[in-house]
């Protein structure tokens, strides 16, 4: 009897290609960079998703596995026209074509009948398949990558879909129960926020950022073989139904003060994600083997039930940022769900699995991630400019994309390295967010600069600000600022020692309420300023500030002593295009012992704001 079936890997291994996509680009081309008001970002995203219930009554006029056909067909149709996209309107419809095509896939799947043992491990290694690729590409997926070489790896694997899928014989066997169907939904979602997430792991305290990768890579694989056989590794479903919630409550709860530095994901976090992708795959391996009727309609309708309730968890998770409300509960009752799924599974007995073959998949899954370093383009190499001044730069990445849509870390290195900068400021900093395609930008630009990275959350744990140097360090610490507007904001102090003097860089993106009716975070950020300035040391305060020069806050922040070292170049616009291209909202200020000479904001759209850049002199 086949344990695994491979038209559903590699379906699913596509599938997550095309939602990695999706739903970045849900914020970055309908939510325009927050111009969309928040339910028409959600009624566009949910309405794909609410679409995928007409594959039910669609297979009274076709064959369930007809439907199947189809759909995979579109699916591998609008996954490679999605490749051949460069952002904007056609990266978005194609994208959302290609998430309904794999929906109405996953649900003709599972109305086709037969046992779903082989399904559900197939489903459990196509994600393991998507968490091995994404970290040896380092995140970087094959759609965000030009030229000849990323349509090598993408034809074969849809070659090879598009073959299993027509092969793939008449479904036998006993059917499950209908309502397992509805963890497939819920169990991506804890897959691609945690689980599943080399990003997160690398973003943990204390981790190589390789070594992190290949152990979440090396576990999901491994985790196929606990799918196939859950009796084999856990004994009864609720070992794995307890791991799974345990696993979600340390990862909600995993926050520490870290060097300084609040709000950190700790380094036992990883083991939470380890704990949590063995008992996931446990859990649906056991639900899997719940016997039901022969009822295709209620199979269908489950599945896609399950999915609808992954976008709205989606939503629940990541639009609470913006709302001011807690989110951790969201994984955790997430969890539970999927938990009571097996709970209520029959303890039966089975056959050998494929835990060798997952094995060997897990080792050749380490090597492939640590080859990365031989094959990773770096850029060429540079040198910070030398001409007796310090240069800055500071820069909101827009967690990674630009104006059009597109994944653009490699591109926001490049204008970075132009400055030649000794210092660089970010904002908007994500290290894994799922909502963004989950990968570690800050590593990725890091490394790409050659610079040293100092992290400071402020949204979550893994979304914050950000200083990179080349100089020596001497101290960091952060202070979270008092609540304002959308995901949350705090203060980065990194001392630096240049030409054997002192100096305090304040990077942070400040998120005003109501438009900077309430000065809070301006005064905290002045009475930071004030403190480190105290010893007669040199203070920088950069970031996306959020406001424009004469307002109140900024009269606030000058007040503490800070002066405009971007004053003898403006208007200084600081926005690349669009209605909002003449605001200045992007600032540098310095303490009266610095001037500011050289200053550069490139026009570039490879973020929803320029990068700014000045050289500081000692008077």
Known sequence: MARIRLDVLLGV?????????????????????????????????????????????????????RVALAAGGALIVARIVLQATDGGDPQLYSASIGLLAGLVWLVATAMTGGEAAPVKTGFVAGLAAATALHAVIEGIDLVWRTGVAPWVPLLVYLALFAVTLARTPQAEGENA????????????????????????????????????????????????????????????????????????????????????????????TVGAQVIGQFALAGCLGWAARTPGPDRPGRRGTAMAGGWLLFVVLMFAYYSAYDLGTP???????????????????????????????????????????????????????????????????????????????????????????????????????????????????????????????YWAPAGDEVWGDAVLTDLPVTSV???????????????????????????????????????????????????IARGAARDGRQVVLAGDLNLEPGSAPWRVLLGAGLTDALA??????TVPAGPRSDQQIDHVLVTPGLTGRDQASEAVTFSDHRPIAVTLDVK
Do not use: C
Request: proline share 7%; hydrophobic share 50%.
């Open 13 to 65: 291994l596509v599938l997550a290609d095309v939602l990695r996509v999706f739903l970045p680009s849900l914020i970055t081309l309908v939510g325009s960079a927050g111009s969309t008001p928040a339910e028409v970002m959600g009624a566009y995203a949910v309405s794909w998703f609410v679409a995928a219930f007409l594959t039910v009554p669609l297979t009274r006029l076709v064959p369930a596995r």
């Open 177 to 268: 129960a209908p309502r397992v169907w509805l963890a497939a939904g819920p169990s991506v979602l804890l897959w691609g926020i945690y689980t599943g997430n080399p990003a997160h792991a690398q973003a943990s305290a204390g981790w190589s950022g390789g070594v992190a990768a290949a152990l979440i890579a090396a576990v999901a694989v491994l985790s196929v073989a606990v799918a196939a056989r859950p009796r084999f590794w856990t004994r009864h479903p609720l070992v794995p139904a307890a791991g799974l919630v345990l696993s979600a409550l340390g990862f909600a709860a995993g926050r520490a003060t870290v060097d300084g530095v609040h709000g950190v994901s700790p380094g036992w």
């Open 327 to 453: 989110n951790r509960w969201v994984p955790v009752v997430t969890a539970l769900g999927v938990a009571a799924l097996t709970v209520r599974a029959p303890r039966v007995t089975e056959p050998g699995g494929i835990g060798m073959q997952a094995a060997g998949a897990a080792v050749v899954a380490v090597v492939a991630v640590a080859a990365v370093p031989l094959w990773r383009d770096t850029g060429p190499e540079w040198r910070p400019v030398d001409d007796g001044g310090l240069r800055l730069a500071a820069y909101n990445v827009r967690m990674g994309y630009g104006v059009n849509g597109t994944m653009s870390v490699t591109e926001q290195a490049d204008a970075i390295r132009a400055q030649r900068p000794h210092v660089v400021v970010l904002s908007e900093v994500d290290r894994a967010w799922m909502l963004n395609g989950g990968r570690d930008m800050l590593r990725l630009i890091s490394e790409r600069l050659g610079l040293r990275a």
């Open 477 to 527: 610490r952060n202070t979270p600022l008092v609540k304002g507007g959308p995901i949350g904001a705090q203060a980065l102090q990194v001392g630096v020692r240049w030409k054997g003097r002192d100096l305090t860089v304040i990077s942070t993106h400040t998120q005003p309420p109501d438009g900077w009716k309430d000065l809070g975070q301006a005064e905290q950020l002045a009475r």
């Open 568 to 573: 003898a170049a403006r208007p200084f616009p």
